[in-house]
T-cell receptor, first 115, second 116 residues
Framework: DAGVIQSPRHEVTEMGQEVTLRCKPI?????LFWYRQTMMRGLELLIY????????DSGMPEDRFSAKMPNASFSTLKIQPSEPRDSAVYFC?????????????FGNGTRLTVT | DQQVKQNSPSLSVQEGRISILNCDYT??????FLWYKKYPAEGPTFLIS?????DKNEDGRFTVFLNKSAKHLSLHIVPSQPGDSAVYFC???????????????FGRGTSLIVHP
């Protein structure tokens, strides 16, 4: 049973470059979430989708950040242009239904370093 | 404005003893609480949860206690084992009329180290 798959695991890039993070949710899950983990802010929600439709992107820090979900099995988070303060671990998660007792299933994250 | 607070960034415990991780919340609308466990280089994994209609939920060595009046919950691990060393995130959700009301709000996490 494959879990949530994220790629790449590590990304090192220079300031100003475009970065694309990828996520494949668990098959059949209808919610997909993008989180960012930093020491200062912990786990913060950036955006989430329901049935491939973005529902709430209020957590996206700036217009430099964008996310898409073209189909039920794939999502991307893009940062253009990247800045050093974007350095963090980015997690994708999926869940089966919008119920209180439905836990999120997280991928192993992408560690982004912007120099 | 943090709605879910884990005020202890780290905790160190001897193997075999009890580990108590604490979490406070400010939003009285929260009615479901979850704990996630995270090992280095891995994503968080669900550990245990509790509904606001209960004050205790137990699963093996893990017990979560909820004190609604104090807006406080705690995770007890008894006995603690070296393999429990990880970061523990507290999360809270609430029911609502609009879609997306079950999106969890996470605390910043507590790093637990269990010494052999």
């Amino acid at each position: 049973d494959a879990g949530v798959i994220q790629s790449p695991r590590h990304e090192v890039t220079e300031m100003g470059q475009e970065v694309t993070l990828r996520c494949k949710p668990i098959s059949g899950h209808d919610y997909l979430f993008w989180y960012r983990q930093t020491m200062m802010r912990g786990l913060e929600l950036l955006i989430y989708f329901n049935n491939n439709v973005p529902i709430d992107d209020s957590g996206m820090p700036e217009d430099r950040f964008s996310a898409k979900m073209p189909n039920a099995s794939f999502s991307t988070l893009k940062i253009q242009p990247s800045e050093p303060r974007d350095s963090a671990v980015y997690f994708c998660a999926s869940s089966l239904a919008d119920r209180a007792n439905s836990p999120l299933h997280f991928g192993n994250g992408t560690r982004l370093t912007v120099t | 404005d943090q709605q879910v607070k884990q005020n202890s960034p780290s905790l160190s415990v001897q193997e075999g003893r009890i580990s108590i991780l604490n979490c406070d919340y400010t939003n009285s609308m929260f009615d479901y609480f979850l704990w996630y466990k995270k090992y280095p280089a891995e994503g968080p994994t669900f550990l245990i949860s509790i509904s606001s209609i209960k004050d205790k939920n137990e699963d093996g060595r893990f017990t979560v206690f909820l004190n609604k009046s104090a807006k406080h919950l705690s995770l007890h691990i008894v006995p603690s084992q070296p393999g429990d060393s990880a970061v523990y995130f507290c999360a809270a959700r609430y029911s609502g009329s609009s879609g997306g009301s079950y999106i969890p709000t996470f605390g910043r996490g507590t790093s637990l180290i269990v010494h052999p």
